[in-house]
C-alpha cells in the first residue's frame, strides 16, 4: 500500500501566503513525478504544479509567479508554497505521485481564500 499525506491547508485572507506538503510512504517502488492538482466546486480538477526527480518544474498559467513546487527526495515529500492567494485559487487540493508502480492520489487539502 502507498500513503499520501498532505497538510497545510486552511482558510486565509486574499494576499496572503500557506504552504502544503505531501508525504508519501509505503510501497513505493520509485518516484518519478510528484505534483498537486485542484478542484474547486462545479469544476474539473485541474494541474496546479508538478516536478521531476530531477526537479523539472510545470505551472499552470493561472499560478505561475505565485505558486512554487518543491520536493524533497530522500523523505519522499513535495511542497506547494502560494503565495498572492486570490479567491479563484479556493478548491480542494490534492497530491499527486507517478511511481514505478502506478500513480497514486492524496485525499485533499481544502484551500479557502476569503476575506
Known amino acids: 500500500q502507498v500513503q499520501l499525506v498532505e497538510s497545510g491547508g486552511g482558510l486565509v485572507q486574499p494576499g496572503g501566503s500557506l504552504r502544503l506538503s505531501c508525504a508519501a510512504s509505503?510501497?513505493?517502488?520509485?518516484?518519478?513525478?510528484m505534483g498537486w492538482y485542484r478542484q474547486a466546486p462545479g469544476k474539473q480538477r485541474e494541474l496546479v504544479a508538478v516536478?521531476?526527480?530531477?526537479?523539472?518544474?510545470n505551472y499552470a498559467d493561472s499560478v505561475k509567479g505565485r505558486f512554487t513546487i518543491s520536493r524533497d527526495n530522500a523523505k519522499n515529500t513535495v511542497f506547494l508554497q502560494m503565495s498572492s492567494l486570490k479567491p479563484e485559487d479556493t478548491a480542494v487540493y490534492y497530491c499527486?505521485?507517478?511511481?514505478?508502480?502506478?500513480?497514486?492520489w492524496g485525499q485533499g487539502t481544502q484551500v479557502t481564500v476569503s476575506s
Open positions: 499527486h505521485v507517478l511511481g514505478g508502480r502506478g500513480d497514486y
Open positions: 516536478i521531476t526527480t530531477n526537479g523539472n518544474t
Open positions: 509505503g510501497n513505493i517502488f520509485s518516484i518519478y513525478v
